[in-house]
Each structure stands twice: as structure tokens, then as C-alpha cells.
């Protein structure tokens, strides 16, 4: 190859790295800044094709999507001086690209650091001031959205970021307090049962006392009844008795003594009795005279 031929491709060689140091492309999902001899002269790059000085001009990008931090567990101090351990997660996107590489140098490993020690910072003071009744549920979601707001405020400030939501994944107990809140709950609960007990058998003594009532009140009334019932029936048995006895008195009297007959030797082989008395009156004459 000849010199002017290697020269040649040197020339070309050239012209293609710096035509492809003189042109960038910034993303629409990216956020990019422009330095100029390790200086920002420029915060904040439009999307695009466009054209910077070779070895001169640095393009820096950054991911504008929205991005989730997901903290470490760690241990937190309610108002009642008692510690629970949350695991939380925050969504957050870059704001303002000037505070964001000045406070973490485009090191997004590093911004993720400072914007954790912001949150744990925030979870700390809002669980600080709950019960721990109120953290595990009572105002759950009322810290959160506190949470979220004051922080945001402070990361734009301080890191250029904007935190967009804050949720909690789950609070638990150390493992010396689970068993303390177990035996308190285990204890109310066996409290809440004897009383449902209690209540139950107090209402169950009160129906049976109301059935036993009702039964004794039904007994009575059937009993009233039933002898009303029966006086009514002798009455009419006694007025049909009364008419057949004065349709034919001497037919009546015969169908009383046999009666008495069937009942008497029913029992009894041996009476002792007057043969002349009036008992054996129709044995001693069919007519009974």
C-alpha cells in the first residue's frame, strides 16, 4: 500500500469518528445534560438528533421513566416505644436534571442511596408519632399519603427527584414483641369469649324460663278446657240420662242394675248382702217388684 493510500484511509478514518462525536441522540424516555470541558452548559437537552463540538462537548443521559426504589427492611420506634419493621417501596422520576447530577454526580446507584436514607428518614418520623395500632392499620394510609407529600418536597429540593407514591409492602413484629402481642391477643380474645359465653347462657336460661312459662300457661289453659270440656259432657249425659228416665223409669232402672251386676261381679265371687235388699231386686223378680 502506498503512502498516499494509508493517508488517505487515515483522512477517512478521521472524518468518521469525529462525524460520529459530532452528532448524538437523546431518547424520549431519557433526560440528558451537555459538558463542556466538565462544566454543565446545558441542564437540560431536548429529545432528538442534534450536534455537539468532538472531544469537546460530553452528552450525559439519563432514564426519565418512573423508577422504583425498594428499600431494605428496617426497624422503626412508634409513640408507644415499640418496634415494628417495615418494608416499604417508593416511585420516583427525575425533575429537575441540574439538582439530580449535581447532588449525586449521574450516579444513579448513589442518587437510589440518598433518596433511601430520605424515605427510612420520612418512615421514621411519621411512625414516630403513631401508636402502633395506628401504623398497622388505623392510619396506614393516611401516613403513606403524608409520607409521600413531605418527602417529595424535600427530594425535589435536595436530589431533583419527584417521588411520586410511597407504599408499604409489610410491617412486622420483632420476634420478642410477636410473642407478646400474640399473649395479649390470645388473652383478650379468651375474654371476649367467656363474656359471649356468658351472654349466651344468661339469654338461654331466659328462653327456657320463657318456654317453661308458655308450658304452664298452655297446661293450665288446656286443663280449663278440658274440664270445661267434660262438665259440659256430663251435664249432657246427665239431661239424656234424666230424659230416658222419665221416658220409661222402670227401663231405666233395669239397665242401672245390670250395669251394677257387670261391675260388681266383675271384681268379686263372694258379696255379702241381704237377698231381699234392693241389689238383687231384678234377680229375685223380673219385674223388680
Known amino acids: 500500500m502506498s503512502t498516499k493510500a494509508f493517508s488517505s484511509l487515515i483522512i477517512i478514518a478521521l472524518v468518521v469518528l469525529i462525524g460520529s462525536q459530532s452528532f448524538y441522540i437523546v431518547k424520549e424516555t431519557e433526560r440528558a445534560i451537555k459538558l463542556q470541558f466538565g462544566e454543565l452548559i446545558d441542564a437540560d437537552v431536548e429529545p432528538g438528533i442534534d450536534f455537539k463540538v468532538p472531544f469537546v462537548d460530553v452528552i450525559k443521559r439519563f432514564d426519565a421513566r418512573v423508577l422504583t426504589l425498594d428499600t431494605q427492611p428496617s426497624r422503626f420506634l412508634t409513640s408507644g416505644k415499640k418496634y415494628v419493621i417495615v418494608d416499604s417501596y417508593a ?35 411519621e411512625i414516630a408519632a403513631r401508636t402502633l395500632h395506628e401504623v398497622v392499620s388505623g392510619e396506614r394510609d393516611q401516613l403513606m399519603t403524608q409520607l409521600t407529600a413531605s418527602l417529595n418536597l424535600e427530594t425535589q429540593k435536595e436530589l431533583g427527584i419527584e417521588v411520586l407514591d410511597v407504599r408499604v409492602k409489610a410491617i412486622d413484629l420483632p420476634d420478642e414483641l410477636s410473642q407478646s402481642v400474640y399473649n395479649r391477643m390470645s388473652a383478650e380474645r379468651s375474654r371476649e369469649a367467656r363474656e359471649h359465653r356468658s351472654q349466651g347462657k344468661e339469654l338461654a336460661e331466659g328462653i327456657e324460663a320463657d318456654a317453661e312459662r308458655q308450658r304452664t300457661v298452655i297446661e293450665a289453659e288446656a286443663y280449663r ?64 217388684k
Open 91 to 125: 416511585k420516583w422520576r427525575i425533575k429537575d436534571v441540574r439538582a439530580y447530577y449535581e447532588a449525586s454526580s449521574g450516579d444513579r446507584t448513589r442518587a437510589t442511596a440518598l433518596l433511601e436514607n430520605l424515605v427510612n428518614k420520612g418512615l421514621r418520623d
Open 225 to 288: 278446657e278440658a274440664e270445661q270440656i267434660k262438665g259440659e259432657g256430663d251435664a249432657e249425659s246427665s239431661r239424656i240420662y234424666a230424659k230416658a228416665y222419665s221416658a220409661d223409669p222402670e227401663f231405666y232402672s233395669f239397665t242401672r242394675s245390670l250395669k251394677a251386676y257387670t261391675e260388681t261381679f266383675q271384681g268379686n265371687d263372694v258379696l255379702l248382702l241381704d237377698p231381699k235388699s234392693d241389689f238383687f231386686r231384678y234377680l229375685n223378680d223380673a219385674k223388680g
